[in-house]
């Protein structure tokens, strides 16, 4: 398959690289990492990353400005990103001419004419620094290698999560021989705003924690637009609750626009993506996401998620 990828790459002059909505340190790390090794490797076809900008990630790259005319006989490589209605795009991408998919998420959707999806990676950008490993003239430079070192460190919690292991310790330290700063991407993942900060202290002193050990805060609009966040910065304090020892599971619930509720689930142990894919969304086994329309909803997730502690 991934001589399959080489070869869509050779033929094509055009490329954009995709990610999902909501990007997080890995999609982004994917998404730069792969343009800046694709260009150094054919510097005379045209490659683009492109999505919308969030200010909390311009440290790894900003993503470029494309029309949709671009996409006209182009390949369109998506990373990070489990299912179609989740690609950061207004569906211009359509008019591409091939789509690959790249990614480390259960394969609900194979979106992709090729579809490279292996759940074994910790992170998509792990996956990328294999590409370059196993293909000429595919290499990693040292731009390169922060941007997927920034995403391996993103999507393990800092080697914190489970799906950390030794092959994602082995290309750590390949990336970091190469010279980068490590210390500069650890600082980035871990500094937040005073923003953040507040909404941090607002979640300690509101959450709620149930006898089995679910976790939870459901943050009103009416909360929410005191903290003024930039888009991103909540993705900070999801793991919060997760550090409270007699946690097993939790869920951060927000509601940035009315009856409109981002639901980030996460866990210790337990599989949490089959209740995300029953309120329709998805994502790994110990970590996805879901948006719902009410709190009836909200409430039924929240039941769902205390019961699965109590059928341990």
């Known amino acids: 398959m991934i001589d399959e990828i080489q070869k869509d790459i050779e033929q094509y002059q055009k490329i954009i690289i995709l990610r999902h909505q909501n990007p997080d340190p890995d999609a982004v790390g994917s998404q730069i990492g792969l343009k800046t090794m694709l260009q150094e490797a054919y510097p005379t076809k045209q ?42 795009n207004n569906g211009d991408y359509l008019k591409a001419s091939k789509i690959i998919k790249i990614d480390h998420h259960p394969n609900v959707d194979s979106f992709g004419e090729i579809n490279w999806v292996d759940e074994s990676f910790s992170s998509c950008a792990e996956m990328i620094y294999t590409l370059a490993d196993k293909l000429e003239p595919l290499h990693v430079s040292q731009e390169t290698a922060f941007s997927l070192y920034s995403g391996i460190v993103g999507d393990t919690n800092r080697f914190l999560y489970g799906e950390t292991d030794y092959r994602t310790l082995k290309i750590s330290a390949k990336l970091a021989k190469t010279g980068i700063d490590i210390s500069q991407v650890a600082l980035h993942e871990d500094e937040m705003s005073l ?118």
Not at 68 to 80: F, N, P
Not at 229 to 239: I, Y
Request: without cysteine; proline residues 2%.
């Open 195 to 312: 923003q953040v900060a507040r909404l941090e202290a607002y979640i300690l002193n509101n959450f709620q924690v149930t006898t089995s050990g679910f976790g939870y805060i459901i943050i009103r609009k009416a909360a929410f637009d005191k903290f003024n966040l930039a888009d991103g910065e909540l993705d900070h304090a999801v793991p919060l609750i997760g550090r409270i020892n007699t946690v097993n599971n939790w869920i951060v619930v927000s509601e940035k626009e009315p009856h409109h509720f981002r639901v980030n689930l996460r866990s210790k142990n337990v599989a949490i993506n089959g209740i995300a894919e029953k309120f329709g969304g998805g994502g790994h086994p110990l970590a996805s996401g879901v948006y719902v329309g009410s709190m009836d909803e909200v409430n039924d997730l929240i039941k769902d998620m205390d019961n699965l502690n109590k059928n341990i």
């Open 47 to 88: 490659i683009y990353a492109t999505g919308i900008d969030l200010a909390v990630l311009d440290w790894i790259g900003q993503m470029d400005q494309i029309s949709a005319d671009t996409y006209q006989d182009s390949l369109v490589i998506a990373v990070d990103t489990a299912n179609a209605p989740r690609i950061d």
